[in-house]
Nanobody, 124 residues
Framework: QVQLVESGGGLVQAGGSLRLSCAAS????????MGWFRQAPGKEREFVSAITRWGGSTRYADSAKGRFTISRDNAKNTVYLQMNSLKPEDTAVYYCAADRSGQLTTTQDPYDYWGQGTQVTVSS
């Protein structure tokens, strides 16, 4: 069982930055690939970014490329999402998720564990 807790969300002006963190419980964090998803009001949850077990590979949604950076620190059982040049359309609840397969998965179903989410609001 893995428990995930996101933090770092908040209110920021357009063009600003935020760094989200997702802390995982347990001793097996490095056996999971990790992903970030988001859900805006009235929309379905969508993929943002993913990272493999040791950070060797990453993947981004087109909307995140060039602005967001995913990273992880296995010693701290934490995955990060650095978000720069934020836009109002980035407003959403952001979720982290863990996938025991270790793959760079862009769909929700393969992920085994989910956090409760953290709200990001970008004002114009």
């Amino acid at each position: 069982q893995v428990q995930l807790v996101e933090s770092g969300g908040g209110l920021v002006q357009a063009g600003g930055s935020l760094r989200l963190s997702c802390a995982a419980s347990g001793r097996t964090f490095s056996t999971y690939s990790m992903g970030w998803f988001r859900q805006a009001p009235g929309k379905e949850r969508e993929f943002v970014s993913a990272i493999t077990r040791w950070g060797g590979s990453t993947r981004y949604a087109d909307s995140a490329k060039g602005r967001f950076t995913i990273s992880r620190d296995n010693a701290k059982n934490t995955v990060y999402l650095q978000m720069n040049s934020l836009k109002p359309e980035d407003t959403a609840v952001y979720y982290c998720a863990a996938d025991r397969s270790g793959q760079l998965t862009t769909t929700q179903d393969p992920y085994d564990y989910w956090g409760q989410g953290t709200q990001v609001t970008v004002s114009s």
